[in-house]
């Protein structure tokens, strides 16, 4: 006895029910594709302008502390001489 097998092309299959039944359901996952990587991508941008941000507070900090030894240094220079 010689038994083939048979062979399915499971992709194919899959392809012709989605595109004979499921219309929708390729609607409803392009959506979800699409809100997944809008997600991505604006949690990407929001930590970039966090660490920005991040730079930013450490660069006023600097530029703060500069500005006060800049006003200590002038007042200590314009003090009159003690006698």
Do not use: C
């Not at 991040?54 to 502390?65: G, N, V």
């Amino acid at each position: 006895m010689n038994k083939k097998k048979q062979h399915y092309d499971l992709p194919n299959i899959i392809k012709n029910d989605f595109l004979s039944y499921g219309k929708i359901h390729i609607v409803l996952l392009l959506a979800i594709i699409l809100s997944a990587n809008s997600i991505v991508i604006i949690v990407y941008k929001t930590r970039m302008l966090i660490a920005e941000e991040e730079k930013l507070r450490i660069e006023k900090k600097k530029k703060s502390d500069e500005w006060r030894n800049l006003i200590i240094e002038k007042n200590t220079l314009t003090m009159p001489p003690i006698d």
